[in-house]
């Protein structure tokens, strides 16, 4: 791949931060500071449409895996502002990709709580779960249906048994049971 010409926009001392805190080489944090920009709109970051586009180019995911990242983007804009810039992109990319497991649960937490309560309820589960299994291209076994799986999930994170999960009680369950956290922290 020829070598990318470093944007006028990216300074060295944003180089230098990044370098630092992801696992990025200054290569490729040159071609995907520049890629980024080409799916950004007059550079103001990426609306969900292209946020998306943007995301399954980076992970090679098919379009089972959209409706996911569109549920995620809302993670990724931390500033809630509507569109997701590259030192937000960034630093929520590095976590769920190098992150260490509490880091990426914690994270993958935001994503399911979908209205920004610090509680996670049933509906929101179903959305998630839906999206998951889609991009995993996994199908429900058995007599399983998605209820049963929401009833299931329930079970083993609500532990005070208020159909709201906490991120506590989230993160806790998740880190103590290998079948949660592969369902509910993929990899992305």
Request: charged share 35%; glycine share 2%.
């Amino acid at each position: 791949m020829p070598k990318k010409e470093i944007p006028k926009s990216l300074t060295d001392d944003q180089i230098t931060f990044w370098l630092a805190n992801t696992e990025l080489t200054k290569e490729e944090l040159i071609q995907w500071y520049a890629e980024f920009y080409e799916y950004a709109h007059k550079n103001s970051g990426l609306d969900t449409e292209n946020f998306v586009k943007f995301f399954t180019k980076l992970r090679h995911k098919n379009k089972n895996s959209q409706e996911f990242y569109k549920l995620a983007f809302k993670a990724f804009d931390k500033d809630n502002s509507g569109k997701v810039d590259f030192p937000e992109f960034i630093i929520a990319f590095n976590i769920i990709s190098n992150g260490d497991m509490k880091k990426r649960i914690q994270w993958m937490f935001e994503v399911f709580d979908l209205n920004n309560d610090k509680h996670i309820d049933r509906e929101e589960i179903h959305k998630i779960i839906k999206a998951i299994l889609r991009m995993n291209k996994k199908k429900l076994v058995g007599d399983q249906t998605e209820e049963t799986k929401i009833n299931e999930i329930f079970e083993n994170l609500d532990n005070n048994e208020n159909n709201k999960i906490t991120e506590d009680e989230f993160v806790q369950n998740c880190m103590n049971n290998v079948f949660l956290r592969e369902i509910l922290a993929p990899d992305l």
